[in-house]
């Protein structure tokens, strides 16, 4: 039997959500010092955070922590968008309609 | 990398409970993460019977403040508010070594570790690396007034169940649980059981924050719509700027206008104490130290006493009501292109009133090659003490053209500003080469700020600024007095001439002139014969390539211990002590020559003079304040040397291009 694979999750720059978003944060390409510290901060691996403020300066709360983080880090560190807001698994947009929780990487089956 | 190893093993004897430690005072680590209320606390728990020193071998503040009570004395040290223990930043470090014990003089007996409860579940993992030091520990929520108000409450006992070590609930701004908390820190003796929990520190944190908070949103929430819409206000690329400037500027204008009375008054009190000294003294030496040398090198500095407290008072309203984080984040982009962060802006903002509050204030940069390249061009930015020299200089440049004068004056606060942040992207790539710390910051929460918090804040940063002057700036004012001073000269025949005549004169006012006539003539005699004279003399040639003749060499050399003092010799050197502001005075100087008759202020060298104050360190106390807070002679030698060859530099392009260009004789 064979299995339709599922489509790759979306990954996208912190800096490319947009303002309410909601996504989950992947910090593999961050330094191990600059990691460490977010998640010092409160912002882990695989956190989930909303997006207060998002472009060129992102703001992201994470429970009760919000932090500021700068355009340059943002931009290393990796979103899988909890809710569309107009993107698509696939990267397209949707034209506002709400889509399902992109699946993480561990999650996707693999095919025969 | 850190030794996490010193901390999961606990002391084989914890210092808290051997029998000397009940005897004598004991010390107790302050730590917490940044933004939970720790200096709130601590300012709380030892009000004014604190004092601020550096850390051994660094320059971060160590607070150390007392509680007296019941017989009983407890030494509280305000360690610096860090994310977590292990992480490579120098804040970390110094806490780790605090805690292993490694910190001569900073051992502590056992540890108050505070958390922030509208934020647990990351303080708890905090709070749980440091108590696996194994020393003695008490826990102490703060901020359960605002989580309550957030729907959540917080059940103590079971904290302290899960904490092995006694929790307690206190408010640093109201006091409440305060004494329940002292007596708790007096009583913890043995070292905390802190829980060997077989799942991930995170997921420990989540399960006790899960037993232990109560009320309908104890999971925490992540939606605030108040401070979303302030985040978007303040934090906005255009509005975000707009609303910075504009409070910036309400904080100077309250700065300027609130501090000139009491300067005024200073100024006034250190004169009538010159006065009385004189008075109260024989003519002599003597006198003239105290009146001259003490008296007038620590008025020089003191002055700004009124500005520095008015400035740490108004930053620590503004940096409590959790403004000041959103400010740094919207700087950040324009600073990072200078290799500066976002905190740099007030630093340098606040130098345009004077550098000292300035470099003082840099302590609001977490990263210490950040803060140092801050430090180091702060004194580019135009202070109000060159505002005299800009004003006779752009006067005498454009005589009859206002608005020329106008931008002129402007411009010099334009090129300070250029060479501040061209000079920091010179350090950030050079000798303060790495890289900077990651914009990463935690916007606190909003509130009302605490008056009785920024009022320590102010009492201590005062305190700093006294002692700095009344140590190393007396010092220094005591050796350029007697650089001024000695060798006595002898007065000139003139001089002696006209005092002798004055005693012949019985209208007051003819005598009291001509006797001012004769204290010119005698000083400028003795400045010219005095080792700062000599010195004048001697290094004139290396300043003739900027245009300078011997008066302005002396002027431009005395005024090394204040640039305002340049105005000052001037007018004495060409026969005048009037005030600058009058017009018969710039007319003299207009006119007054060289020794070779030639006009002393032409076109050329009053160009290159408005570029060598406007680059020039030409401040003894912005010296003595950088070396303190950089920690070290070698920072504070490196400001003046690259702003002596950066003002030498651009004097001389300036002089000999007007050369080219033509520009002649005013």
Known sequence: ?112 | MPDSADLSAPPATPPGTSNDARTRVRRVALLGNPNVGKTTLFNRLCGLRAKTANFPGSTVDARVGTIARDGATTEIVDLPGIYALDLDLPESKLCRDCLAGRLADYHPDALLVVVDATNLERNLQFALSALRSGLPAVVVVTMTDVAARKGLSIDDRALGEHLGCPVVIANGRTGEGIDRLVSTLQAARTSAAAPNQGESMAEWAGRVVEESVGGERASGTDHDSIADRLDSAFTHPVLGTAIFALVMAALFVVIFWLAATPMDLLEEAFGALASWVRELLPEGLLADLLADGVVNGLASTLVFLPQICLLFFLLSLLEDTGYLARAAFVMDRIMCRFGLPGQAFVPLLSSHACALPGIMSTRLIPDRSDRLATILVAPFMSCSARVPVYVLLTSLLFPTNALRAGLAFAGCYILGAIAALGSAAIFRRTILKGRSRPMVLELPTYKWPSLRAALLVTVDRARTFLVNAGTIIMAISIVMWWLSAFPRVEPPAPATELRAKAETLADDDAKAELVADAERLESEAQQRGSFAGMLGNAVQPVFAPLGYDRQLTVAVLTSFLAREVFVTTMTVLVGTDDDIEDERVRQRLATATRDDGSPLFDVRTNASLLVFFVLAMQCLPTLAVTRRESGSWKWALLQLGWMSVVAYVAAFATYQGLGLLGAGAA
């Open chain 1, 1 to 112: 039997m064979s299995v339709i694979p599922t489509p790759a999750p979306i990954r996208i720059p912190l800096t490319q959500l947009r303002r309410g978003d909601r996504a989950v944060v992947e910090l593999g390409a961050l330094e191990p010092d600059e990691s460490k510290l977010l998640e010092a901060m409160g912002l882990a691996n695989e956190a989930e955070v909303r997006v207060c403020r998002s472009g060129s300066m992102c703001i992201v709360q994470i429970e009760a922590t919000r932090l500021g983080i700068s355009a340059a880090m943002a931009a290393r560190i990796l979103a899988r968008p909890c809710e569309c807001h107009g993107i698509g698994a696939n990267g397209k947009p949707l034209d506002g309609a709400e889509c399902p929780v992109a699946p993480r990487a561990s999650d996707v089956p693999a095919s025969r």
